[in-house]
């Protein structure tokens, strides 16, 4: 081969590599982040050169990354706010991905049997109305259970998260002492307790802390082996966080909005789960980067035909069909 000719191959090579070679950057949601690990890791094994980077810094921080064009897409276990929506550089799209259960973790040595909480219960624990495990209410839930003379620890997330907007949405629709004085957020005033950065640590301080209890979402539970309670659910009935539960609250949703922007905690149904929520990845409209946008549009695709198949595994419940029929939709129209 003429040295002339062997450069001009050469070159053709490193340029397609080159072009072919693409990093793309997203955070916020730390709720889904062990489906989303997962689901980047085998998209850019399927597709060489493509690197997605996700940061879990929790709904709040990716919500202000991706309104504010730092990364190429973000993550919100809550829906944005018609402010923040109207707040933002670029029109943001929410793409719902999957359902998962937000589930009050507990630290309480020598009890084996698995707590039950009523709504108005969990609720005034968080408020400081019940603040010892011995409480006459708590005991009401749990008849026959030796409970101790214990000080209760409430642990709460200190960053701006989706999942404690999902566990104050499911408070402010069963109490009302907590929808007048604290509110529904991704941030809200606690009355009371101590913080943690990510369902991460706060299921690591409810893990090292005898007395404590947390709201996580399930995998972290199931992950670390710590005991979760049930809940008595719209119907009257005592559930815990499972993949049926949240399906069967999933269902409920008769008519989804063109937004996505839906709430189905304390959903109705004999066996709903009631602190379930969707989970959203938020696309800006245009994307930030065009050849990332159309990456991110293939894996959007990729999400519904190969990445559902694998919720259940990591304690995720998959899109309905009606919703995921609706999604292909939305995905078609992105640019």
Not at 37 to 56: L, T
Not at 58 to 67: C, D, E, K, P
Not at 170 to 190: E, I, M, Q, T
């Given at each position: 081969?003429?040295?002339?000719?062997?450069?001009?191959?050469?070159?053709?090579?490193?340029?397609?590599?080159?072009?072919?070679?693409?990093?793309?950057?997203?955070?916020?949601?730390?709720?889904?982040?062990?489906?989303?690990?997962?689901?980047?890791?085998?998209?850019?094994?399927?597709?060489?050169?493509?690197?997605?980077?996700?940061?879990?810094i929790?709904?709040?921080?990716?919500?202000?990354?991706?309104?504010s064009?730092?990364?190429?897409?973000?993550?919100?276990?809550?829906?944005?706010?018609?402010?923040?929506?109207?707040?933002?550089?670029?029109?943001?799209?929410?793409?719902?991905t999957?359902?998962?259960?937000?589930?009050?973790?507990?630290?309480?040595?020598?009890?084996?049997?698995?707590?039950?909480?009523?709504?108005?219960?969990?609720?005034?624990?968080?408020?400081?109305?019940?603040?010892n495990?011995?409480?006459?209410?708590?005991?009401?839930?749990?008849?026959?259970?030796?409970?101790?003379?214990?000080?209760?620890?409430?642990?709460?997330?200190?960053?701006?998260?989706?999942?404690?907007?999902?566990?104050?949405d499911?408070?402010?629709?069963?109490?009302?002492?907590?929808?007048?004085?604290?509110?529904?957020?991704?941030?809200?005033?606690?009355p009371?307790?101590?913080?943690?950065?990510g369902?991460?640590?706060?299921?690591?301080?409810?893990?090292?802390?005898?007395?404590?209890?947390?709201?996580?979402?399930?995998?972290?539970?199931?992950?670390?082996?710590?005991?979760?309670?049930?809940?008595?659910?719209?119907?009257?009935?005592?559930?815990?966080?499972?993949?049926?539960?949240v399906?069967?609250?999933?269902?409920?949703?008769?008519?989804?909005?063109?937004?996505?922007?839906?709430?189905?905690?304390n959903?109705?149904?004999?066996?709903a789960?009631?602190?379930?929520?969707?989970?959203?990845?938020?696309?800006?409209?245009?994307?930030?980067?065009?050849?990332?946008?159309?990456?991110?549009?293939?894996?959007?695709?990729?999400?519904?035909?190969?990445?559902?198949?694998?919720?259940?595994?990591?304690?995720y419940?998959?899109?309905?069909k009606?919703?995921?029929?609706?999604?292909?939709?939305?995905?078609?129209?992105?640019?």
């Open positions: 081969m003429k040295k002339s000719t062997f450069l001009a191959a050469a070159l053709i090579v490193c340029t397609a590599s080159a072009g072919f070679s693409q990093k793309i950057n997203g955070a916020g949601a730390t709720f889904p982040y062990p489906i989303y690990s997962k689901w980047f890791s085998e998209y850019s094994a399927a597709h060489p050169g493509v690197e997605i980077n996700y940061q879990s929790g709904s709040g921080g990716g919500i202000r990354q991706v309104t064009g730092v990364v190429d897409f973000g993550a919100s276990d809550g829906p944005m706010t018609d402010e923040q929506l109207k707040g933002s550089k670029v029109k943001i799209v929410h793409i719902p999957v359902l998962g259960a937000v589930v009050p973790i507990y630290n309480l040595p020598g009890v084996s049997t698995e707590l039950k909480f009523s709504p108005d219960v969990l609720a005034d624990i968080y408020l400081g109305k019940i603040s495990w011995s409480d006459a209410r708590i005991a009401k839930d749990n008849p026959g259970v030796k409970l101790p003379s214990t000080d209760i620890v409430v642990v709460h997330r200190s960053d701006g998260s989706g999942t404690t907007y999902i566990f104050t499911y408070l402010s629709k069963v109490s009302n002492d907590w929808k007048n004085s604290v509110g529904r957020n991704s941030a809200v005033p606690w009371k307790g101590i913080g943690g950065k369902n991460e640590n706060v299921a690591a301080m409810v893990r090292q802390m005898p007395g404590s209890i947390g709201y996580v979402e399930l995998i972290y539970a199931m992950q670390n082996k710590i005991a979760f309670g049930y809940i008595k659910n719209a119907a009257g009935n005592w559930v815990k966080g499972s993949i049926d539960g399906t069967e609250a999933a269902a409920t949703v008769k008519q989804m909005p063109a937004d996505y922007r839906v709430s189905i905690t959903a109705p149904g004999p066996n789960y009631p602190i379930s929520s969707f989970t959203w990845l938020l696309i800006p409209i245009p994307p930030k980067d065009a050849g990332n946008g159309k990456v991110i549009k293939d894996f959007l695709g990729w999400m519904l035909d190969h990445g559902q198949s694998e919720t259940s595994g990591l304690y419940a998959p899109l309905p009606s919703v995921s029929d609706k999604v292909r939709g939305t995905i078609s129209q992105l640019q």
